[in-house]
Each structure stands twice: as C-alpha cells, then as structure tokens.
DNA sequence: ACCTGAACACCGTTCAAGT
DNA sequence: ACCTGAACACCGTTCAAGT
C-alpha cells in the first residue's frame, strides 16, 4: 500500500511525458518552432537531456504529442449534427478551428503536414469525413471529399505556418502585404497579367476570409450534382 | 579584348550560382533533403564552404533556386488557351504537372510551402489565376479561386513530400498503404466510424487520381453557379 | 573578384554512470 | 525505474587569409 502510494502520488515536480509536452508547448509558442530545442527544454525542467529521451523517443514524438493536444482541442468543440446545414457547419466549424489554432501556434501549420498519418490528422480525417453523410455526400465519393478539405486545409495551414514564422510576432499584417502588393504591381504586364490584376486585392483580403471562401468552394463543388 | 574574353568564357569547371543549383539538384534528387548539406556540396564541387556562400546567400536560397526551376519547367508545359474547356484543361495539366514533379522530386513539395512568395509560388498562382478568365469565373472572384487551388495543390505536395522523406525509395506503396488501412480497421468503431468505412478505399486508392478529384471538386464549386 | 578551409556556435541523440 | 551530464557526430555560417 505504501509503495502504490508513492508510485501514484509523485511529487508535482516530477518528470513525465506530459510535463516535458507542456514545456514543449511554453516554448513552441514564446520563441516559435526554432526555439524549441532539448537544450531549452532540460532548462526549462531543470533536468539533463537523458531523462527527457526515457519520456520521450526523439523531437518528431514531441511535437506530434503537442500538435495533437492542439488539434483534439479544437475538435471537441465541434458538435455533431445529421441535418445537411449542420454537416456543412460543422466542417467549416472544423476547419475555422483548426486555421485559429494555427494562427494561435503557428508550429502546429508546419507539423501537421509533416508527419503523414499522426492522430492530430486522424482525428481531422474523421472529424470531417463523419460529417458528410450528413452533407449528402454518396458513400463511395466521401474518401476522395475528405481527403480534398483536409489537404486544402493542411494547405492553407503550411503557407500560415511559413509566414508566422518569417515576421516577428509584432510585424504589422498590412504593412507586409502592402510590399508583396506593390511587387506585384511592378512586375511586366505580359508575363504576369493576372498578378497585376489582383494585387489591390492582395493588399486588402483578409486572410481567415479567405480561407473560409476555399472550404465554401469545396463544399459547393461537393453539393453541385444534388 | 583579351579581357573581356577571359571573363565571358570561363573555365567549364568554374563556380557559378547555376553550377552549385545544378549540384544542389542532384544531391537532393540522390540523397533527399537530408543529404544536401554545404559539406556534401563543397564535396562534389570540391572547394570550400565559403566559395559557394560567395555566389548563395544560404542554404534557404538554395533550395528555393532549385524549386524554382523545376515548377518554371512544368509551366513552360503548359500550353495557353481561351475557351472554358481549355481553361480547365490547363489549370488540370499545372496541377498534375506540379503533382509529377514533385513525385520525381519530392524537396519541391517540401519547400514549395516553406517560403511564402517565392518564385515558384509566384509562377504556379499566375499560371493558375491566369486561366480562370476562360473558365468564366468572375473578376472579383479569381483571387480567391486561384488561392484555394493553389494551396490546395500545396496540401497535397507538403504530404507527398512528407511520405517520400519517411519511406525509402524502394518502399512497396501498396505495402504502406496496406498497414495503415489495417490500423484503421482496428480503431474503435464508436469514436472512428468514417475512417473504419474508408479503410478499404484507403488500401486500394491512387495519389493521383485522389489529387485529379480534389481538383475537379474545386473547378466544380468554382463553375457551380453558371 | 573569387576562393580556401579552419573555426564558431550551435544542433539531436547516445550512453556510461549514478540513485 | 528513472535521472545526470559529458561526449559524439553532426550542422549552417563566418571570416581571416590567400590568389
């Protein structure tokens, strides 16, 4: 009894997988996915670099285990539905969901894709795939259909990633645009005609806006034969 | 004269920014992103790190040089129509030619996403955006068309890239695609009813057909209410 | 102007040794 | 069983020195 006692009751500040993903986590979002090294890690438990990989097995595990604490977040929110209205609310529900997330911890837009199969993607697969029934969508076309909204989200969600991680936290949204816009602006007429067509369109869209535009795309496209 | 001869002929062997892009290219192709480091490039071009940081600035334009000339290779491809039908055709024959050359070099697929407006993003959204005129997709509409395609065909290549890096060369597709089907028919069937329903199409599904359906679903929303 | 290569400031991961 | 921390085998990048 007294050695079940003190395998249960560790001391709050002991090791554990858990602990070592919720510094993970600290440091991913404070200092972004370059900061998040086993040097600051073992600083930040005040332990050596051994007693993190008895936990864990290497890097890859831990920022899966983190990106997945993230994405099941955001998927519990989501309520689930049988009417077709509430199937299409409940993937854009998703979907939104994990863009602010991503927006929240830009780290997770870079893993997500990077690991094929982990749960994070899983529970997204399912997520979404569950909820076409509902849409209407024929049984035999709904692999095809999930598979299209996840990869235009994973899309989406690389491309935020990788902008999150050039700009300082601080940089302002416009002031970037306004130089990719004028870029564009000033490319040659022949060669790029579209580019230059949609650049003050470029300097004020809106990216989640954006975004959500794609998923209604898919989703019409989806709901076109009905 | 002598001079200008001197400088304009160079030795074949000499440095030059499109020799070290061209070496890039065949470690990458050879070894995968992993293998090209500026040790195994002084190697091959036998000199020293500094030579080559002379011409590049580091290793991020590096990569994106070489990704620029595969994508610029898939849009020379691309023949330029006016018709509806031919506007659809060539935002297809863009979006397999990128799938292609991304299964032949999965890097691209990898970097692709990575640095926002690069030259190669720039190239494949004009290409794309450029057609959407004889699609007879409306104006105002186009920047959100061409941005949902293009990040859409980013998805899937940063997962494609993603599936090379984890298995060798070598490795049976149906194999991998076998284990993770049959882990999806041994999840419980209360918390992943849609996955245990896939699994099959999963097994015995085509990356490129599935890729080719995402974008037909697309260029369906986006042509649903003519 | 262009090249050399040693040196710097990092990494992730391993492992013998401790408790 | 769990933890320590030095050591290993790498990296990208810089820079004084050469031609």
Redesign the pocket.
Same mark, same amino acid.
């Given at each position: 009894m007294a050695t079940r006692r003190q395998r249960t009751e560790r001391r709050a500040d002991? &090791?554990?997988k858990d602990r070592i993903v919720d510094a993970a986590i600290e440091i991913l979002d404070a200092e972004g996915e370059r900061g &998040?090294?086993?040097?600051?890690l073992?600083s930040r438990l005040?332990?050596?670099?051994?007693?993190i990989?008895?936990?864990v097995a290497?890097?890859?595990e831990l920022l899966t285990e983190a990106t997945t604490r993230v994405v099941d977040l955001v998927m519990m929110r989501v309520p689930d539905s049988r009417t077709p209205a509430a199937g299409a609310r409940a993937i854009t529900l998703i979907a939104l969901g994990v863009f602010d997330a991503i927006d929240e911890h830009p780290w997770v837009g870079a893993h997500l894709p990077r690991v094929p199969w982990q749960p994070g993607m899983v529970s997204l697969f399912e997520g979404i795939g569950g909820r076409l029934d509902a849409l209407g969508v024929p049984g035999p076309a709904q692999f095809n259909a999930a598979s299209a909204l996840v990869s235009y989200i994973l899309g989406v969600a690389g491309q935020n990633a990788a902008n999150a991680r050039r700009h300082a936290p601080g940089t302002s949204r416009s002031g970037v645009l306004g130089e990719a816009a004028a870029r564009w602006e000033e490319l040659d007429p022949a060669a790029y005609p579209f580019l230059r067509k949609v650049a003050p369109q470029l300097r004020d869209h809106d990216d989640r806006e954006q975004f959500l535009a794609g998923v209604d795309l898919i989703l019409a496209g989806l709901t076109a034969g009905q």
């Open positions: 002991a &090791l554990s &998040l090294t086993f040097r600051a073992t005040a332990t050596g670099t051994g007693a990989y008895w936990h290497n890097k890859e």
